[in-house]
Every structure is written in structure tokens, then in C-alpha cells.
């Protein structure tokens, strides 16, 4: 059978499986899916099916299996590293018509969602009870909560909250030869291997997502939001571990250099930052109104301690948004200062931030481009945003290789190579930066338990070329446990 006939039999049999209108084939529309948020490498894929169901995903995927075509997951395409792009022409498999929150317990504190349910939209819908879902990844308004599992994303209040990991109780998961299993419970306790935690971050390399538990929170009764300008980074970065020492521990803590704030406040959301000030720092307290007072004076003494040019506290809830706003605009706002950027994610102890810092702007010097550093301050997630311009020839790679050697400052001094976006394509070969070749080969041999002929999102996290796989059957699949 000729190529083209055998692809026309696969949009066939996959549009008998869901139905009309159901799978996209024909390749102009098919270049809306060639790259998620990570654009330097892009891939066409040979469709995009949209299931609408657990049933219906567990059918592609088995009929998928069957034939040996491998297929990629995808949510909203936010992901900043790769995860998502069918690189050498795989079947996407888009989640974004499974966006149901399908229950919500109050008393029992958790809601259960499917994986295309936006981050945002479940804490408007349990808004009104006093509740909502703590990950706030800054592109909270767009992307799906099934994504977030998938990268195990952050966002700046996990310096007190944590991460995706930590909010996520159980998961229905359909294994990348169709079987359906649960693992976890609404209680969050895993009985025997923690199969909840190995899944989630896994970038959908293990099968794919199409239920989950999460957990809510009551919202704190007070917040305040304190807002800091200082001359330099280093005296930002200095106040920044200070406050923590003190034992305060905010919400988020959040910084942004020179570059970063000329770029939001170009956005739709400008403070009115003056134009010469070096440093942003954003610090948010919340919890039981009592002692809230106290930290917040605590926090802006520190920032006096520290030279700060202006520090105060929002008048109220309209100025926090304002700030909260333009801070997480900042990736998008990029597009006032360059044609294209690179984001990386890098982590580092809080301790040496003005020397990775420092590091990173001679990085930018030695390689020509501008690094604007928008970061987590109080983990020590940096988000060094690389400015470059894709049609002068050979700035892409200068910037691939930028970003390369920042991360590289990040493992040098005991950090890692990505905090909340993933590895996906674009971190491979940065793998070797933390990871011994025992240790990759040891996570190889967990994947090829669940993804033995790796069809599900092929080629990505780990460095290739890969040692020869023994193809052998799976070891074994998990229980289901009833949830």
C-alpha cells in the first residue's frame, strides 16, 4: 500500500472511531499544531484527532498502538520546552474538547476534572464557596490543567504552596496501548509505589491523562502585597534571601531586572515603573489577617536594609491586580522588545542569585543578545528570556546555545536544568548537564516498562542516540485502584 493511500486509511478508521468533524488532516490546518510555545523546532503532524471522552481516547490510542503509528498528547499548546510537537509527524491527540470539571466536593475539599479544563476556570467556579486551586503558572489563563500534570507546573505562589504534584490526588490514565488504570484516591494516599507522582511530570511519556482529583484550598482570609524598586539586582537579590532567612515566608516572591520591566511596561498592564530603575521586586503574604501586619512591615524593613529606592504596600485589591497583572504579562511583552525570544528555566539556590545573575549578563555581553531575567526569587526559579531574531541567519542557534550555557551556569553551582517547564525536545542535551549516563539510563529502563516501543510523544526528555532497546514485553501494568 502506497503511503498516501495507507494515511487516507488512517484518517478513515481514526474519524470511524470518533466520528465526523472529529480529525483534522488537511495540512494547512495542520500548521496551527506544529510547535506548542517552544517555537525553534517545529514538526507537522499527520493529523489531529479530538476525543471527547476516556473511552474515546483509550480507542485511538489502542487503534494507534495496533498499527504502530506514534502519537503525541497535547493540551493548549502553552508548554515551553517541545512536550507537545509531533517533531517527525506523529498523530496529535488534542484534549482540549475533554474540558468538563466534572465534580466538586466542598466538605471533602477536592474537585474532579477532565484534562482540558483551563487552570484559571476552576478556581472562578469555586470561587464564590471561598475556595480555589493553588498552581498559578503564569499562562494560568490559557493553559489546562492536564498540561499542568504533565510538566508538573509551578507558578510564583509554589515558593508556599508547591507545585502541580502537590495539589494532584489521583488520575485516571490511559496507558499508551489503551488500558485504562487509577492510581490514587481522593485522601491523596497511594497505596504501595507512588504511580500518581511517577505520572505526573512525565510529559506524557507514559500514557495520557483524562481525569484528575485535585485538591482545594480555603482562600487565606488577608493578603498583602508588598511592591519593591531597587537600583541594582544584587540589592534585590540580597533582600530577596534575607526575607527568608527571617523565617517569613511569603506567598511569592517574584523578581524582575531592567530589561524585563522596559518590556512590561510596554504591555496592556504598565505600573508606571521609572524608566532607570534596575530591580522589581513583587512579595505577597497572605494566611490568617493576624501577624499578616507585622511581616509585611518585617518585609519592607528588609528592603530598606537593603537600599531600596521605593517599597510600599498595595492600597488594595485593584492595585495588586495591577501589579500581579504586569508581572504576568511578562513572557507575552517580550514581543515589545524582540521579533522572537527563548525562555529558560532554571533553578539555583537562593543564595546565589547576585552571583548567577552576574553570570548571566555576561553571558548576554559575550554572545550579543539581550537576556531579560523575569524569576521565582524565593525558589530560585529563574526565567532568563533570551531576545533574538529568527531571520538573521544563524541567531537562532546563537540563542539555543546561549540559553545552553545559562543553564550550564545553573548545574555548576548545584541547581537544575528545569524548575516547572519541562524538558521535552528542547532540554535533551542538557540532560547530561545533571545526570550521570547510569541515571539516564536507569529513568530509559522506567519508561520502556510503560512505553516499551516509545509511540507515546517519542523523543523527548532524554538525550538520543539512546542505548538499544531490548524489546521485550512490558514488566507488568498497574492495578487499578478504585477512587
Excluded at 526559579?381 to 531574531?389: A, G, R, S
Aim: include cysteine.
Amino acid at each position: 500500500m502506497r503511503r498516501d493511500a495507507s494515511h487516507r486509511k488512517m484518517i478513515e478508521d481514526l474519524e470511524r472511531i470518533l466520528g465526523p468533524g472529529r480529525v483534522l488532516s488537511d495540512p494547512l490546518r495542520l500548521l496551527a499544531y506544529e510547535c506548542d510555545g517552544y517555537t525553534v523546532q517545529k514538526g507537522r503532524p499527520s493529523a489531529v484527532v479530538f476525543p471527547g471522552s476516556t473511552e474515546e481516547v483509550a480507542a485511538v490510542v489502542r487503534y494507534l498502538h495496533r498499527h504502530r503509528i506514534p502519537f503525541v498528547p497535547r493540551g493548549a499548546g502553552t508548554g515551553l520546552s517541545g512536550g507537545a510537537t509531533a517533531l517527525n509527524g506523529e498523530v496529535v491527540i488534542s484534549l482540549v474538547r475533554m474540558n468538563r470539571i466534572l465534580h466538586i466536593d466542598y466538605e471533602n475539599r477536592y474537585a474532579i476534572v477532565e484534562p482540558g479544563v483551563v487552570n484559571r476556570k476552576l478556581s472562578e467556579r469555586t470561587a464564590s464557596r471561598g475556595y480555589y486551586y493553588a498552581p498559578d503558572p503564569s499562562s494560568q489563563q490559557a493553559c489546562t490543567i492536564g498540561g499542568n500534570v504533565g510538566e508538573n507546573a509551578g507558578g510564583p505562589h509554589c515558593l508556599k504552596y508547591g507545585v502541580t504534584t502537590h495539589h494532584v490526588l489521583a488520575l485516571e490514565w490511559v496507558l499508551p496501548d489503551g488500558e485504562v488504570a487509577l492510581v490514587g484516591g481522593p485522601n491523596g494516599d497511594d497505596i504501595g509505589y507512588d504511580l500518581r507522582g511517577l505520572v505526573i511530570g512525565s510529559e506524557g511519556t507514559l500514557g495520557i491523562v483524562t481525569r484528575i482529583w485535585v485538591r482545594l484550598l480555603k482562600k487565606p482570609a488577608g493578603v498583602r502585597t508588598v511592591l519593591a524598586l531597587f537600583d541594582t539586582v544584587e540589592d534585590a537579590s540580597r533582600a530577596v534571601s534575607e526575607v527568608i532567612s527571617r523565617g517569613i515566608v511569603p506567598g511569592a516572591l517574584e523578581m524582575m531586572d531592567r530589561l524585563a520591566i522596559r518590556a512590561v511596561e510596554a504591555g496592556a498592564y504598565p505600573v508606571g515603573y521609572p524608566e532607570d530603575i534596575e530591580a522589581v521586586l513583587l512579595l505577597e503574604l497572605d494566611g490568617p489577617e493576624e501577624g499578616l501586619e507585622e511581616q509585611a512591615r518585617e518585609a519592607v524593613d528588609v528592603c530598606r536594609r537593603r537600599r531600596v529606592r521605593d517599597v510600599r504596600v498595595a492600597s488594595g485589591e485593584a492595585e495588586r491586580a495591577l501589579w500581579w497583572n504586569n508581572r504576568k504579562t511578562a513572557f507575552g511583552a517580550m514581543g515589545n522588545l524582540s521579533p522572537d525570544y527563548l525562555v529558560q528555566d532554571g533553578v539555583i539556590p537562593r543564595s546565589a542569585l547576585p552571583e548567577v545573575l552576574a553570570r548571566i549578563a555576561e553571558i548576554s555581553r559575550d554572545s550579543g543578545l539581550r537576556i531579560a531575567n523575569v524569576f521565582h526569587a524565593g525558589d530560585g526559579n529563574l526565567h532568563p528570556l533570551i531576545l533574538f531574531d529568527s531571520r538573521n541567519p544563524g541567531e537562532t542557534e546563537r540563542a539555543v546555545e546561549t540559553g545552553s550555557r545559562v543553564l550550564q551556569v545553573c548545574a555548576d553551582v548545584g541547581g537544575s536544568i528545569t524548575g516547572e517547564h519541562g524538558v521535552g525536545l528542547e532540554k535533551i542535551n542538557e540532560m547530561a548537564k545533571i545526570f550521570s549516563p547510569r541515571d539516564l539510563d536507569y529513568q530509559m529502563k522506567i519508561r520502556e516498562v510503560w512505553n516499551p516501543e516509545e509511540l507515546c510523544n517519542p523523543g523527548k526528555i532524554f538525550p538520543r542516540p539512546a542505548r538499544c532497546i531490548d524489546r521485550q514485553p512490558p514488566l507488568g501494568r498497574p492495578a487499578s485502584v478504585p477512587v
